[in-house]
């Protein structure tokens, strides 16, 4: 069964420091992906990052970079120069080529950024 | 740019009542999904739909029925609502392609009293 799992329920990060988000996924399925989104407090979800297990380099879009060890099947997402606005839930997904590519999602952590 | 739009953002509902959550998208996406938001739990699949008139179960499908008859229309419906389905409701469609995410609508509050 595939599994996200997303052990920091909150993180705390000053303005303009970087933070690194923990996501470990368990899959037998050699082929899959890996989002991140995140969660501002109005609700939406929005897309940030993605990268698929043959990827040879990590996902890098503008601040965020994914830092992928597929070996220890982690996929943790890495927040440079942190932002007041960068304060949200951020979720973890894995899909996978099983079950018509359904994404599995943790149970998310709640980032604060702090001035 | 509509993408994913939800109807209704908030609903109210007595135990026992129906309702029907409407998606619609225009991005002429194939896959098209619901999912339930509760607190800690993160979102969990309740039905998805691969095209037009096909439909099939998520993870959490119980109480909860849906219906593509276009290809832009994905609803959901729940026949007689409980207050264990108090959640936010998510819709969230996607292109056939594989390293593409999931495009979400704004969720929709419900709560059965």
């Known amino acids: 069964a595939q599994k996200i799992t997303q052990t920091q329920p909150g993180m705390f990060v000053q303005e303009k420091e970087a933070v690194t988000l923990d996501c470990t996924y368990d899959t037998s399925d050699p082929s899959y992906g890996l989002f991140w989104y995140k969660q501002p407090s109005s609700g939406e979800m929005i897309f940030l990052i993605y990268?698929?297990?043959?990827?040879?380099q990590n996902a890098t879009e503008g601040r965020y970079s994914l830092n992928f060890q597929k070996a220890r099947k982690s996929a943790n997402l890495v927040i440079s120069a942190s932002q007041l606005g960068d304060s949200a839930m951020y979720f973890c997904a894995m899909r996978t080529n099983t079950g018509f590519q359904k994404l599995v999602f943790g149970t998310g952590t709640r980032l604060l950024v702090s001035p | 740019n509509a993408g994913v739009t939800q109807t209704p953002k908030f609903r109210v509902l007595k135990t026992g009542q129906s309702m029907t959550l409407l998606c619609a998208q225009d991005m002429n996406h194939e896959y098209m999904y619901w999912y339930r938001q509760d607190p800690g739990m993160g979102l969990r699949l309740i039905h998805y739909?691969?095209?037009?008139?096909?439909?099939a179960k998520g993870e959490v499908p119980d109480g909860y029925n849906v219906s593509r008859l276009k290809k832009q229309n994905f609803l959901l419906g729940l026949e007689s609502a409980a207050p264990s389905q108090t959640s936010v409701y998510f819709c969230?469609?996607?292109?056939?392609?594989?390293?593409?995410?999931?495009?979400f609508g704004d969720g929709t509050r419900l709560s059965i009293l």
């Open positions: 990268q698929g297990s043959y990827d040879q």
């Open positions: 969230a469609s996607r292109v056939d392609i594989s390293n593409q995410p999931q495009h």
């Open positions: 739909s691969v095209g037009e008139g096909t439909t």
